[in-house]
């Protein structure tokens, strides 16, 4: 159990400064259970919180994960140089509290995208010891063959890397598109395993992470949502 004043309970949540979120209780802009509260010095519990700012309904959250569906030509990383950055996509607050990606897809890879502001749960769930398997949907230049299925299966040297690096699961899905599971998360890791393999990768899609896929989340493109305790459970590795 936690109680806090309300200006500190707007901060936590990224409204802002802790002045900043004072002056919007104090003008009027926060209502909980319908009615509008102008004094900061009531606490409230803060589990299962619900408050009213900015004509959105909000609930207190310790600590926020989130599921994006990355459209191409965002950059997950923190100063984006060519295209917008993925918290553009974002409500506001998630920046202020420190959202971030929990790894990276390429500017132009699509789909899953885990992000969060507990930093235990992105160190753990990016670990390579984590094993947490990522599956990718790649459209390929060339037509997918047996030969590319097993030698992505045995493992490819990649040219900065001291050992051969090879998928947990591989399979052709159609003429140009294969599915490939991955435990690590290496740079560029599908488009060179996929050029060390003779091919090459021209469009590609993470669909699923530990047992947790995209398609079960009925997500658009640029659509978010908040993971339920039941989803975060697949994401961990059996
Ligand atoms: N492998 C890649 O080559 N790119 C990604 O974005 C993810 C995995």
């Known amino acids: 159990m936690t109680k806090l004043s309300l200006d500190k309970i707007l901060q936590s949540q990224g409204f802002g400064t802790r002045k900043y979120c004072r002056d919007l209780v104090e003008d009027g802009e926060v209502s909980i259970n319908g009615e509008v509260i102008r004094s900061v010095k009531t606490s409230y519990e803060t589990q299962g919180l619900q408050f009213h700012i900015f004509e959105e309904d909000w609930e207190f959250r310790e600590r926020v994960y989130i599921v994006l569906n990355k459209p191409a030509n ?13 918290l553009t996509l974002l409500p506001e607050q998630f920046s202020w509290r420190d959202v971030q990606p929990v790894g990276r897809l390429d500017h132009d890879t699509t789909g899953m995208l885990l992000m ?12 390579p010891k984590r094993h947490v398997p990522k599956v990718y949907q790649a459209t390929t230049a060339e037509p997918v063959t047996e030969e590319l299925v ?24 159609d003429d140009n598109l294969l599915e490939i599971v991955l435990e690590q998360g290496k740079y560029h ?26 398609e079960s989340l009925g997500l658009e493109e640029g659509e978010w949502c908040y993971l339920t305790p039941e989803q975060l459970a697949l994401l961990v590795p059996a």
């Not at 969060?116 to 670990?127: K, L, R, T, V, Y």
């Not at 900065?160 to 591989?170: F, I, K, M, Q």
């Not at 060179?192 to 530990?210: E, P």
């Open 74 to 86: 965002f950059e997950c990383s923190r100063k984006p140089s060519h295209h917008p950055g993925v």
């Open 150 to 173: 097993n030698l992505l299966l045995q493992g490819v040297k990649l040219h900065d890397e001291p050992a051969a690096l090879a998928a947990v699961h591989c399979q052709k899905l």
């Open 116 to 127: 969060s502001d507990d930093g235990p749960f992105i160190h753990a769930q990016s670990s």
């Open 189 to 214: 890791q599908v488009k060179r395993m996929l050029a060390a393999a003779g091919n090459h990768c021209a469009a590609l899609q993470r669909t699923a992470i530990g047992k947790l896929t995209l």
